[in-house]
């Protein structure tokens, strides 16, 4: 089977809790609401892919349980193929809580569930029934099945962007397998040990991670934009301006946009372009999935 974008990552049940404040360590408080979504890095950015017109599946795993199927029925009816996502017996379905403040600011928590039941058998197997252009894989998984799937699709000429998020999950080896990574500031300091503050500290960051054998690196600066480094050359993209209302899954929706416009320019910093648009209307709105932009919407603020 074909595919524009392959995606490998997580499926998960976010349970999202809109909070007027963080709570104070021990302190109890009345939040506005408390909704469960389908969420996951995997899970999202294959959804951003879907919406923003490419054909993709997403290789992943969820519990033999109800919110597995929910989670299931939710992507296939957002247009991404599920047949390559296994029902785990012995572990349940991902379940995060994040809690989301009124300046729009997330904070998570959460289990890997059955997201760490997927092997390297598993992914040697799929990987023999499928092909792509792009794998765009995260860190949510188990690193034998993050290792696994890079080193196919770099046999089978695919191009790797990995996503090296959550920062816990980090690990060195991967970044031998990509050709692209776009760390946020969080990330990059958990890799390089500096702190970006700026653009100079951003490029900084981005020739010590080309010189882990990257050849292409997006540094993400959170509102000052993205710097893009490539072929000795860096370039700084800038966020739109708009009110955050909600970051949940803004990087994954950026993830998704990026992989989708690079199929189409093969060109990193017009990719950039039109994922910094995707993700600051993602972050804009309420809400998980649901709020992630079509490719129309995204073309109509270009052009404006």
Known sequence: MNYDVVVVGSINMDVIVDTPKYP???ETIFCNSVA??????GANQAVAVANLGKKTCLVGAVGNDSAGTQLIN????KGVDTAHIIRSEESGTNTFVAMVDSTGENTMVGTKGANDSLSKEYMEEVFNKINAKILLIQMETSPESIIAAMKVAKERNMYVILDPAPADGIFD???KYA?????NKQETQRITGIDVTDEISALEAAKKLNELGIPDVIVKMGENGSLVYQNGK????DAIKVKAVDTVGAGDCFAGALAN???DTNDLVEAVKFASVAAGIKVSRSGGQDSI???SEVQEYLVK
């Open 24 to 26: 104070a360590y021990g």
């Open 36 to 41: 469960m979504t389908p969420g996951g890095k």
């Open 74 to 77: 939710n992507l296939q009816s």
């Open 173 to 175: 080896e991967a970044f």
């Open 179 to 183: 050709d692209l990574v776009t760390p």
């Open 234 to 237: 860096s370039t700084v993209v």
């Open 261 to 263: 416009s690079y199929l």
């Open 293 to 295: 932009p079509t490719l």
